[in-house]
């Protein structure tokens, strides 16, 4: 059983996951906490400027993750190109 943990533990970086799905869900749910403040008052309509600033928001917050997915899997495959020169 410890060997098959280890081997997963090679291909899936779950601590990298976890501080990334943590950063990301406070910025989106930022983003709707916003959304139902500004709903929440009901005698007016949310202005378009509004909108527009959580859409940028939520826009970055995919941008800025998989930006950051894609750096972190080349570095992981860099770091694996690394280990198997060296086992040879």
């Given at each position: 059983?410890?060997?098959?943990?280890?081997?997963?533990?090679?291909?899936?970086?779950?601590?990298?996951?976890?501080?990334?799905?943590?950063?990301?869900?406070?910025?989106?749910?930022?983003l709707l906490?916003?959304?139902?403040?500004?709903?929440?008052?009901?005698?007016?309509?949310?202005?378009?400027?509004?909108?527009?600033?959580?859409?940028?928001?939520?826009?970055?917050?995919?941008?800025?993750?998989?930006?950051?997915?894609?750096?972190?899997?080349?570095?992981?495959?860099?770091?694996?190109?690394?280990?198997?020169?060296?086992?040879?």
């Amino acid at each position: 059983m410890v060997t098959i943990l280890n081997g997963c533990e090679t291909f899936f970086d779950y601590r990298w996951d976890w501080v990334r799905f943590k950063g990301t869900y406070g910025r989106l749910f930022g983003l709707l906490y916003r959304l139902n403040f500004l709903a929440s008052n009901s005698k007016t309509e949310i202005e378009c400027g509004e909108l527009e600033k959580i859409a940028d928001g939520l826009i970055d917050a995919i941008v800025s993750v998989n930006s950051e997915w894609v750096e972190h899997r080349i570095d992981d495959q860099r770091a694996r190109g690394s280990r198997a020169t060296k086992n040879q």
